[in-house]
């Protein structure tokens, strides 16, 4: 139930065979091929008396345009009558097949402003039913587009192109038909989007003739606000991106501008630190044009300049140390109270009435004393090399310095003080006691040293030499130079055993010098035969002094055998 009954068999129009070998009913017809006993099965059938052929289904064109048969005739005793004709049934064509785009949606380019016949694309269809008949004749035509026409299409061939001049980026696509019967049969619709290449024909436009904007004095990078631009090109496009220059009013380059891509936007940003107390507003001319130049004959924009007026607004500024590091130097043992120098801060903030006061940041020996109003700084107790708190005869202190606004802003500066050595040390002999050969020549000479407190170039070379108070010690004693620390004492006649105190006075080459009287305990002992001190006698005389001459150079000398080796 419900399914659709086949069709009643039709005659074909002159289909009829006939044989001229017999008399009517004298003869059985029969037909095979495609359409009959070959696939597809069924769909012809012949009387076999009267030699009609019939129609038993509904037949497509677009599936089988003919069927060649071959039509027998046989007598009633199954003897063939003559050869086997060709019967060829033609399937004449009906218009039962649409047009059909070979795609839905076309696409072409084409430059905006195009001049008219500016060939876009072409569009093309298909039609299943006979080529050679009007039912496959096609006819293209345009459904809709925007607004004035812009768009043409060929009807025969569908190829679309611009018809008029002013060709916008604005204006819609267009929508192309396609139908068959020469454009008066069935028909069908496809989408054809054009995208319009974009052309430099507009140029950016200013939404206003004067922004404003204010700014914090000393921010550098900061972005200070925004000019507003408007382009009717393809956004994100060359042709659409603003290129911002300052003309005027920012002659020291304080201030840079750019363009932000995805808003367009001219962003005005601080390059330059500025300062309120020197100028506390700018007025700036801006211009803009695009990246790219315009096309020739596009009208320019009324509004390519615009003023941006920029007010500095004050903030407190921190104090400013103009000398940092402050080198200054101070005598070696300088009394406490001693005025070191006066370290003072300055204010930016001179339209502020603000005061700075002063302290001590950092002062490890707590050798400094600081006026908090005027920042003197004077010594609180002596300082003397050598010190801990010396850095290669350098003390470093730190100052800080602090206005009272809200909230109080600071700086910090350098102090570093030289303490400038002081020549306030005399030379000390070193040892004060040695021991020598009671014999001149051979063992009878003695090595003197000295050491002194102070540090270059207060200290050696030293000078040796016998008390001048006391003249007559040239007599049996000599002191020579031996380096720039040491010197050489030396018997001048054979002395006998005992001890015997020399006064001697040793000066350094500070400036201006310092010298001293001391005395050198010096034993005078028995010589041996090699010209040393008898066994025993050095031993016990030498506990705790001295070396004698002698004995140093076997020791320099068992140091060069031992180096040498």
């Known amino acids: 139930p419900g399914a659709r009954p086949p069709p009643a068999p039709a005659l074909l129009s002159s289909g009829q065979i006939k044989s001229d070998k017999q008399q009517p009913g004298g003869v059985i017809y029969?037909?095979?091929?495609?359409?009959?006993?070959?696939?597809?099965?069924?769909?012809?059938?012949i009387d076999k008396f009267s030699g009609k052929?019939?129609?038993?289904?509904?037949?497509?064109?677009?599936?089988?345009?003919?069927?060649?048969?071959k039509a027998f005739a046989l007598d009633l005793g199954g003897v063939t009558l003559e050869d086997p004709t060709d019967l060829e049934i033609i399937v004449v064509d009906q218009n039962d097949n649409r047009p059909l785009f070979r795609q839905d949606v076309f696409t072409g380019h084409v430059v905006e402003g195009a001049e008219p016949g500016t060939c876009v694309m072409t569009v093309e269809a298909t039609d299943a039913d006979d080529p050679e008949t009007d039912n496959a004749a096609l006819r293209f035509s345009i459904l809709e587009q925007g607004a004035g026409g812009m768009f043409s299409i060929n009807a025969t061939t569908g190829e679309i192109c611009t018809a008029r001049p002013g060709l916008d980026r604005e204006e819609p696509w267009v929508g192309p038909c396609a139908a068959d019967m020469s454009g008066d049969g069935l028909t069908t619709t496809a989408t054809a989007v054009i995208y319009l290449e974009d052309i430099n024909d507009n140029a950016p436009e200013f939404t206003k003739?004067?922004?404003?904007?204010?700014?914090?004095?000393?921010?550098a990078g900061l972005e200070v606000g925004r000019v507003l631009v408007h382009d009717k090109d393809l956004a994100g496009s060359p042709n659409w991106l603003a290129k911002f220059t300052i003309l005027e009013g920012d002659p020291e380059g304080a201030f840079a501008i750019h363009t932000d891509p995805y808003t367009n936007d001219g962003v005005l940003s601080v390059a330059k630190p500025l300062d309120h107390e020197v100028?506390?507003?700018?007025?700036?001319t801006v211009s803009v044009q695009n990246q790219q130049p315009l096309e020739p004959g596009a009208p320019g924009s009324p509004r390519a300049l615009a003023t941006v007026q920029v007010r500095v607004r004050d903030v407190n500024e921190a104090p400013v140390f103009r000398e940092n590091p402050r080198r200054v130097s101070v005598p070696e043992g300088a009394p406490p109270g001693t005025p070191v120098t006066t370290y003072t801060a300055s204010d930016p903030d001179t339209r502020q009435l603000q005061t700075l006061t002063y302290?001590?940041?950092y002062d490890p020996a707590g050798w400094l004393q600081l006026d908090p109003h005027s920042g003197t700084v004077r010594t609180k107790r002596e300082l003397r090399h050598p010190s801990a708190f010396l850095q290669g005869g350098w003390y470093i202190a730190l100052v800080l310095a602090r206005d009272d606004a809200e909230p109080p802003l600071s700086a910090t500066g350098t102090l570093s003080i030289e303490i400038l050595e002081v020549n306030d040390h005399a030379p000390l002999l070193q040892p004060p006691a040695g021991v020598v050969c009671g014999r001149p020549g051979r063992g009878g000479s003695l090595l003197l040293g000295a050491t002194d407190d102070d540090r270059p170039p207060h200290g050696a070379p030293f000078h040796f030499q016998l008390s001048p108070q006391h003249p007559q010690l040239a007599r049996n004693w000599s002191i020579t130079r031996f380096n720039v620390t040491h010197a050489v004492l030396a018997v001048l006649v054979e002395l006998p055993e005992g001890l015997y105190s020399l006064p001697l006075l040793l000066r350094d080459s500070g400036t201006p010098p310092r010298e001293q009287?001391?005395?050198?305990n010096v034993s005078v002992c028995p010589c041996g035969r090699d010209g040393t001190c008898e066994d025993g006698v050095l031993a016990a005389a030498t506990a705790g002094v001295g070396i004698t001459l002698e004995a140093l150079l076997v020791i320099l000398g068992s140091s060069t055998l031992l180096l040498r080796e």
């Open 209 to 219: 003739e004067e922004f404003s904007m204010e700014v914090e004095e000393q921010a």
């Open 53 to 69: 052929v019939f129609l038993n289904a509904m037949l497509d064109r677009e599936e089988n345009d003919r069927f060649r048969l």
């Open 359 to 361: 302290a001590l940041l």
């Open 30 to 45: 029969s037909i095979k091929g495609p359409g009959v006993d070959e696939e597809p099965l069924g769909i012809f059938s």
């Open 279 to 284: 100028r506390d507003r700018f007025q700036l």
């Open 517 to 520: 009287q001391q005395l050198l």
